[in-house]
């Protein structure tokens, strides 16, 4: 009760007020800004949804799959004459075996 009685004496710094003030006006504009995109943002989701669903057909578990999907990209990328974004290593050849070997190549 005490800091009650004295709280009429503190004074507010004026600079203090003034960040205080200029704090809730840009929370407001900023509320206000995002209200306004809202609409905007949610058009967006749907067109975004709709020309990316070829990817949810395609679930890319299968590591060939995405390699697939990389190169067909990519020779997209190069038809553009644009550089490559992603550089592909060739398959390694079989090791070879010895004569006379007849065992299974290891794995």
Do not use: W
Not at 5 to 25: K, S
Not at 38 to 62: G, I, Q, W
Not at 77 to 92: W, Y
């Amino acid at each position: 009760m005490a800091r009650l009685m004295r709280a009429h004496e503190i004074e507010v710094d004026p600079l203090a007020q003034a960040l205080a003030n200029f704090e809730e006006f840009r929370c407001r504009v900023n509320l206000q800004f995002l209200s306004d995109v809202r609409p905007n943002e949610e058009r967006d989701l749907k067109r975004f949804v709709e020309e990316t669903d070829f990817f949810s057909d395609d679930p890319l578990d299968d590591p060939d799959g995405a390699y697939a999907l990389i190169r067909v990209l990519e020779e997209n990328h190069k038809a553009d004459g644009l550089p490559p974004l992603v550089q592909f290593l060739e398959a390694a050849p079989p090791p070879k075996q010895p004569p006379g070997d007849t065992s299974a190549p290891p794995a």
